[in-house]
């Protein structure tokens, strides 16, 4: 069982920045990918941006240019940095990790942290 821990959200107005941080409990097992999903309001979930365990990053089009996320599956901690914010990021964001060997690899979600952004 792996536990995620996130941090950082919060209100923001438009054009501010936000940093969210996510920590890893230890695992056994490899942590193929980490990364942030958000959530929101009557929207499905959808990626935001991950990072793999071979440092490869990919963002959703509409963060590109804006978010940026680093830290590493190694240590088992990610962070977004968010800037520009615009109203329409306003959800709550999701840790996400894959971990384990690919053939029964499994997904963990920490609990959410909610950021708003104001007009």
């Known amino acids: 069982q792996v536990q995620l821990v996130e941090s950082g959200g919060g209100l923001v107005q438009a054009g501010g920045s936000l940093r969210l941080s996510c920590a890893a409990s230890?695992?056994?097992?490899?942590?193929?990918?980490m990364g942030w999903y958000r959530q929101g309001a009557g929207k499905q979930r959808e990626l935001v941006a991950e990072?793999?365990?071979?440092?490869?990053?990919t963002y959703a089009d509409s963060v590109k240019g804006r978010f940026t996320i680093s830290g590493g599956t190694a240590k088992g901690t990610v962070y977004l940095q968010m800037n520009t914010l615009k109203p329409e990021d306003t959800a709550a964001y999701y840790c996400?990790?894959?971990?384990?060997?690919?053939?029964?690899?499994?997904?963990?979600w920490g609990k959410g942290t909610l950021v708003t952004v104001s007009s």
């Open positions: 996400h990790a894959h971990v384990g060997p690919l053939d029964f690899a499994r997904d963990y």
């Open positions: 230890k695992t056994f097992f490899e942590i193929n990918a």
């Open positions: 990072i793999s365990s071979g440092a490869v990053t």
